[in-house]
């Protein structure tokens, strides 16, 4: 079985570990604070006190020993540091969290292959779904290509997709209708939607604009 | 049009500001280290040294003028404060982060609409991409729905999505595929999917795992 390392355990790192052990893969979880670790340790195969920007101490903690290891520490400068040192003891595969592009870019530099910005992330969503009406997620599911959560307009009500023809119309694709007591997943053609329905939509980002634009 | 008020300028809080400003809309941005007000006040319409959980200085910053405030704050007491006064303030709609579910529990009973979790958000997406070979991301799209980035195996290479049937067979729904130089969104049942195609499939949390266990 793969072994996961996690280095930091702050919300994110916390995060990581348990889901990782949830889904049955053992991890080493490390934090240079005492308490960050003692609420972790029930949750995890191993839990560590270590100071990772010490090269001996970390080397030590078997961390080399893990396929995959996450640096979810926030300060920039011991990210990048603690990044560097599990390169140098051969870790191959490193993801890291980061607080900003340059700091993204120093990571890739030294090796890490994966960089997240949990923050800035959800800003982009929190953003987007304030700022129209009907929206309720907005996720970037790739650059261009957006999925949105769409509480269905009256314009759109007592009609089924067919209908509506919305992939013809606008290229987007309602992916599936929450109707509040059940999902319908790949809705078929025959599906009528009621107003205030939660439905699902993907498309390329200007042709949602246009959807929306149009049934707002 | 619609005001925003964004309370806390850390990386998420700055995330939403400048986000909602590039969607073209106004903010109030407060934040009381004048540091972190002087970083956003070129990109937002209004920037405020203010410590918002004292009532008279949060009042009199106009933030009720808002419609919708976002409480960005990373303390949890200074979090639920905030979000308390801005509520007797007669602010009607408020979205906080929180830390913890009993966070989000104290803010939802004080009247927040909306409570987000970037952290813990991130950490579910990393754990499931880390853990399967083939996934490049993981997003919950809502309880039970998932939509994940695959890359497309050998298995699946040479056919088309019409031979493939993975809706008959395991429900899912491929909704676009990433060919490398174009995304084709709401792919036709003639596309044939090529081995290392990033394809984007949404279907209930089980029938992904079905599908998974069949192609990895
Ligand atoms: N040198 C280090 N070695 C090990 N752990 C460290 C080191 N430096 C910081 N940490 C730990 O990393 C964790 C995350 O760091 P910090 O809280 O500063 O960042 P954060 O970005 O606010 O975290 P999050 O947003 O995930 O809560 C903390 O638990 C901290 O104790
Ligand atoms: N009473 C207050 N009034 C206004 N701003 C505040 C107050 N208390 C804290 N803040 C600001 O809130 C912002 C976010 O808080 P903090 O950095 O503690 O949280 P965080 O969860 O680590 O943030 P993030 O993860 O978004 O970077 C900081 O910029 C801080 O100055």
């Given at each position: 079985k793969k072994q996961f390392g996690v280095i930091g355990l702050g919300r994110f790192g916390t995060s990581v570990a348990r889901n990782l052990e949830k889904l049955g893969y053992p991890v080493l979880a490390i934090d240079n604070n005492a308490e960050n670790v003692e609420q972790v340790k029930d949750y995890v195969s191993f839990a560590d006190i270590v100071d990772a920007t010490n090269p001996e101490a970390l080397d030590a903690?078997?961390?080399?020993?893990?396929d995959t290891v996450v640096v979810?520490?926030?300060?920039v400068e011991s990210s990048i540091l603690i990044s560097l040192i599990l390169e140098e003891l051969g870790v191959v595969n490193i993801i890291a969290k980061a607080a900003s592009d340059i700091h993204e870019r120093v990571l890739k530099k030294i090796g890490v292959k994966e960089v997240v910005f949990p923050e800035a992330d959800m800003g982009f969503r929190v953003a987007n779904k304030l700022t129209s009406?009907?929206?309720?997620d907005y996720i970037?599911?790739?650059?261009g290509v957006d999925l949105i959560e769409y509480i269905a307009t009256k314009k759109l009500s007592g009609k089924n997709l067919k209908e509506l023809a919305l992939r013809n119309r606008?290229?987007?694709?309602?992916?599936?209708?929450?109707?509040g007591n059940e999902v319908i997943v790949s809705p078929s053609a025959e599906d009528v939607i009621e107003e205030g329905a939660d439905l699902f939509i993907v498309g390329k980002t200007e042709d949602i604009y246009e959807f929306k634009k149009e049934f707002e």
């Amino acid at each position: 079985k793969k072994q996961f390392g996690v280095i930091g355990l702050g919300r994110f790192g916390t995060s990581v570990a348990r889901n990782l052990e949830k889904l049955g893969y053992p991890v080493l979880a490390i934090d240079n604070n005492a308490e960050n670790v003692e609420q972790v340790k029930d949750y995890v195969s191993f839990a560590d006190i270590v100071d990772a920007t010490n090269p001996e101490a970390l080397d030590a903690s078997g961390i080399k020993n893990c396929d995959t290891v996450v640096v979810a520490v926030g300060d920039v400068e011991s990210s990048i540091l603690i990044s560097l040192i599990l390169e140098e003891l051969g870790v191959v595969n490193i993801i890291a969290k980061a607080a900003s592009d340059i700091h993204e870019r120093v990571l890739k530099k030294i090796g890490v292959k994966e960089v997240v910005f949990p923050e800035a992330d959800m800003g982009f969503r929190v953003a987007n779904k304030l700022t129209s009406a009907n929206i309720l997620d907005y996720i970037e599911i790739t650059p261009g290509v957006d999925l949105i959560e769409y509480i269905a307009t009256k314009k759109l009500s007592g009609k089924n997709l067919k209908e509506l023809a919305l992939r013809n119309r606008f290229g987007i694709n309602v992916i599936a209708i929450n109707k509040g007591n059940e999902v319908i997943v790949s809705p078929s053609a025959e599906d009528v939607i009621e107003e205030g329905a939660d439905l699902f939509i993907v498309g390329k980002t200007e042709d949602i604009y246009e959807f929306k634009k149009e049934f707002e």
